[in-house]
């Protein structure tokens, strides 16, 4: 089905129902939730997703899994999507919170065939084993470090995001934890402890998540990597690569 709310077919008796939308350049999706679980796939344009646990940024031709009931936002950046909304007892076991994961070329072509079915497809026929393996290929997807996730601490969440807000690759625990007034050593225990990560690792995911949305709009690796502070393109790039495995000027151009 194309350009059709799941508020209409969610109560359609399949374990999956697929849907295809078109969003105008710069559309936010309101802050709601599913019953269902939803796979959102992007086939073109670059989505920015968010929720009180974080944020994630989804390049073309990869997906982010939202497990059911999970409170998000979307903005969409040229996007065609292809979602499967997934009853939760069918539902492949990727967590309770998002995960930006890898399509495949099996996945992304069954993706595209998922939307052209009746909505009431037969279930002993071949839509039904498309749908079945779609869920097989779901569960065996890769997860990508596209999340920058966010502190329950309301101190730190205020410099987290006024962080995300204007990314600089030279700032420093040490200056945090003065803005925080607690010793270093306080600083780096509660950093880790509300994010899983240390402020180094937080700080390189955060500038490359923050990067893709502005590479797939065309601007030049130049242009980002003096905005957020590095000393040189090569700088960036090699911290890009570390992170990611491909350099920024091929990542969105290679979907596996």
């Known amino acids: 089905m194309r350009n059709i709310s799941i508020n209409q077919l969610d109560h359609t008796p399949r374990p999956v129902v697929a849907i295809g939308t078109d969003y105008p350049d710069g559309y ?12 959102l796939y992007g086939a073109t344009g670059v989505m920015q997703v968010s929720t009180r646990h974080g944020n994630w940024v989804v390049p073309p031709q990869r997906a982010v899994w939202i497990a059911p009931q ?13 979602s499967l909304y997934i009853e939760p007892a069918r539902a492949p076991l990727l967590g309770s919170e998002c995960q ?12 595209l065939e998922a939307v052209e079915m ?13 749908v079945s393996l779609l869920l097989h290929e779901q569960a ?28 600089n690759a030279h700032q420093s625990p040490e200056r945090w934890a003065e803005q925080l007034h607690i010793s270093l050593r306080t600083f780096n225990r509660l950093f880790r402890q509300q994010t899983d ?10 500038c490359v998540v923050l990067a893709l949305a502005r590479l797939a709009a065309g601007e030049p690796v130049t242009r980002i990597a003096m905005d957020f502070g590095y000393d040189s393109p090569a700088a960036f790039s ?19």
Do not use: K
């Open 118 to 130: 009746p909505l009431e497809y037969q279930q002993d026929g071949r839509d039904g084993v498309l």
């Open 238 to 256: 090699t911290m890009f690569r570390r992170v990611l495995g491909q350099a920024p000027s091929t990542y969105l151009n290679h979907p596996l």
């Open 70 to 82: 999970v409170e998000h936002e979307v903005l969409m950046l040229g996007v065609s999507t292809r």
């Open 28 to 39: 936010l999706l309101a802050r709601h939730s599913h019953r269902r679980a939803q796979l």
């Open 100 to 111: 930006v994961i890898s399509v495949s070329p099996l996945m992304r072509q069954l993706l």
């Open 140 to 167: 065996r997807t890769t997860r990508l470090p596209l999340h920058i996730p966010l502190p329950a601490d309301a101190r730190l969440l205020e410099l987290c995001r006024s962080f995300l807000q204007r990314p």
């Open 197 to 206: 990560m240390n402020f180094g690792q937080w700080r390189q995911r955060a």
